[in-house]
């Protein structure tokens, strides 16, 4: 909620809808993510509130997409991932499919969603007109299992999980190290693959010719899977990881979050930001991405309390006392 202001109103009551009705009179975008339909019977859909402000662009997130059979029942990410064919892919062979640790269909609904409004804004600047953009969560999913769909349509394929393993590509895992920890390794490339090779004292795989392209190497990922994991065991992560600087290839170990906020180059890029609340506690945060060179993203202040700009919002559009506790449900 960084640089936001709250409002809270019961849309329910029809002296709030009239203040979105008011407000949306100077606004580029209303954001919502309430069932398809549920706007429109406040009297405050995207036909209603466009009428006012032509120029309005009206994102709308939903579990489904604002169509289709599916498009009345509530959509969680979770569910997202499932329908839209990720959550199938994640994990191994032998085990039930899991999570990705955070709520990713959300994620990429929202970076959709923010792609689809930037469009949408575009839009608004050559003609002035505004326009509704729809996205599902599903979709989100499903737009980012790259070939996926392709290959199934192509001969019946059916991707399953495969754990660390990047089908297709070798050599591409995850390796345990001497010490306990996991290397990952993406050393895919044709001239990495040699480098690598020659740094663990493999020169003749990398001078054998059936690792001389990646299809060579993808039939054979068992054997180069073997063989980097014996390397792996036989160092630390450390050793390995200076092995691989040294050599060019990429690697790296697996980060927690402690040690995500000791890493120099994200140091070094203003990548975690650090604030204090009220409280004098510390409180840290991912900075706003992506950085641009002339208009910079900024945490001008950490965000509001609900509600917490209720007067001053209200206020503008004049309402009186009575009107102001009516539409927020506050108490004098």
Same mark, same amino acid.
């Given at each position: 909620?960084?640089?936001k202001?709250?409002?809270?109103?019961?849309?329910?009551?029809a002296?709030?809808?009239q +203040?979105? !009705?008011?407000?949306v009179?100077?606004?580029?975008?209303?954001?919502e993510?309430f069932?398809?339909g549920?706007l429109?019977?406040?009297?405050?859909?995207?036909?209603?509130?466009s009428?006012?402000?032509?120029?309005?662009?009206?994102?709308?997130v939903?579990?489904y997409?604002?169509?289709?059979?599916?498009? @009345?029942?509530? *959509?969680?990410?979770?569910?997202?991932?499932?329908?839209?064919?990720l !959550?199938?892919?994640?994990?191994?062979p032998?085990? %039930?499919?899991?999570?990705?640790?955070?709520?990713?269909?959300?994620t990429?609904a929202?970076?959709?969603?923010?792609i689809? +409004?930037?469009?949408a804004?575009? $839009?608004?600047?050559?003609?002035?007109?505004?326009?509704?953009?729809d996205? /599902?969560?599903?979709?989100?999913?499903l737009?980012?299992?790259?070939?996926?769909v392709?290959? &199934?349509?192509?001969d019946?394929?059916? !991707?399953?999980r495969?754990? %660390?393993?990047?089908?297709?590509? %070798?050599?591409?895992?995850?390796y @345990?190290?001497?010490?306990?920890k996991?290397?990952?390794?993406? %050393?895919?490339g044709?001239?990495?693959?040699? !480098?690598?090779?020659?740094?663990?004292?493999?020169?003749? =795989?990398?001078?054998?010719?059936? &690792?001389?392209?990646n299809d060579?190497?993808?039939?054979?990922?068992?054997?180069?899977?073997?063989? #980097?994991?014996?390397w @792996?065991?036989?160092?630390?992560?450390?050793?390995?990881l200076?092995?691989?600087?040294?050599?060019?290839?990429?690697?790296? *170990?697996i980060n927690?979050?402690?040690?995500v906020?000791k890493?120099?180059? =994200?140091k070094?890029? *203003?990548a975690i930001?650090? $604030?204090? #609340?009220?409280?004098?506690?510390? =409180?840290?945060?991912?900075?706003p991405?992506p950085?641009? /060179?002339?208009?910079?993203?900024?945490?001008?202040?950490?965000?509001?309390?609900?509600g917490? $700009?209720?007067?001053?919002?209200?206020n503008?559009?004049?309402l009186?006392l009575?009107t102001?506790?009516k539409?927020?449900?506050?108490?004098e």
């Amino acid at each position: 909620s960084r640089n936001k202001k709250s409002l809270t109103l019961n849309l329910k009551d029809a002296d709030a809808q009239q +203040v979105v !009705r008011d407000l949306v009179r100077d606004t580029d975008v209303v954001v919502e993510n309430f069932r398809p339909g549920t706007l429109e019977k406040w009297q405050i859909g995207w036909n209603q509130l466009s009428e006012i402000n032509p120029k309005l662009v009206m994102l709308r997130v939903s579990g489904y997409g604002q169509t289709g059979p599916s498009a @009345s029942k509530p *959509g969680f990410a979770a569910i997202a991932e499932a329908i839209g064919g990720l !959550r199938y892919l994640i994990g191994y062979p032998d085990r %039930a499919p899991v999570r990705t640790g955070v709520s990713i269909g959300d994620t990429l609904a929202s970076l959709y969603g923010v792609i689809g +409004v930037l469009m949408a804004l575009r $839009h608004v600047s050559n003609t002035g007109k505004g326009q509704v953009v729809d996205v /599902s969560l599903v979709e989100s999913v499903l737009a980012v299992t790259e070939s996926l769909v392709p290959e &199934f349509g192509a001969d019946g394929t059916i !991707r399953e999980r495969t754990g %660390a393993k990047l089908p297709g590509i %070798a050599p591409s895992n995850t390796y @345990s190290t001497k010490d306990g920890k996991y290397l990952v390794l993406a %050393a895919n490339g044709d001239s990495i693959f040699q !480098r690598l090779m020659e740094a663990i004292g493999r020169s003749d =795989l990398a001078n054998d010719s059936r &690792f001389e392209r990646n299809d060579g190497r993808a039939k054979a990922s068992d054997e180069l899977d073997e063989i #980097l994991g014996k390397w @792996s065991e036989s160092v630390t992560l450390k050793e390995a990881l200076l092995i691989l600087e040294a050599a060019n290839v990429p690697g790296s *170990g697996i980060n927690s979050v402690a040690e995500v906020m000791k890493d120099p180059q =994200l140091k070094a890029r *203003g990548a975690i930001e650090e $604030h204090k #609340l009220i409280s004098g506690l510390e =409180l840290f945060m991912p900075a706003p991405i992506p950085k641009l /060179s002339v208009t910079p993203g900024a945490t001008r202040w950490l965000g509001p309390k609900l509600g917490q $700009h209720n007067e001053e919002i209200l206020n503008s559009l004049g309402l009186s006392l009575e009107t102001k506790l009516k539409v927020t449900g506050e108490k004098e």
